[in-house]
């Protein structure tokens, strides 16, 4: 059974950062394509950023120069490096994996939408405070 999981979520104040960690135990985090998500309350689920199976990362334009993609191989995790922290950036932080080997997004807009993701996570809770 696949399985995601996160960590690294937190309480900040604006303007500091955080780094979120996601891993498949079993399998390499660089060899799938995976994507970070975030929930707030009372509002939709929006794609934040993805790494394709070929390494190529997508960004939504809102985390665009504030969040990063890497990754350890070693420790076989990949972070989500999040820098200048903003209010708006509460939520739930989730991470979610495809289901297919080295598969590559088309775009950024394919990259972030849920849909195209099989395996979660339950998610770690980011709150900033301005």
């Known amino acids: 059974q696949v399985q995601v999981m996160e960590s690294g979520g937190g309480s900040v104040q604006s303007g500091e950062s955080l780094r979120l960690s996601c891993t498949t135990p079993?399998?390499?985090?660089?060899?799938?394509?995976i994507g970070w998500f975030r929930q707030a309350p009372g509002k939709e689920r929006e794609g934040v950023a993805a790494?394709?199976?070929?390494?190529?990362?997508y960004y939504a334009d809102s985390v665009k120069g504030r969040f990063t993609l890497s990754h350890d191989n070693a420790k076989n995790f990949l972070y989500l490096e999040m820098g200048n922290l903003k209010s708006e950036d509460t939520a739930m932080y989730y991470c979610a994996r495809d289901s297919v080997p080295g598969r590559i997004p088309t775009d950024t807009f394919q990259a972030l939408d849920a849909r195209e993701y099989d395996y979660w996570g339950q998610g770690t809770q980011v709150t900033v405070s301005s």
């Open positions: 790494r394709g199976g070929d390494g190529s990362t």
């Open positions: 079993g399998d390499s985090v660089t060899s799938y394509w």
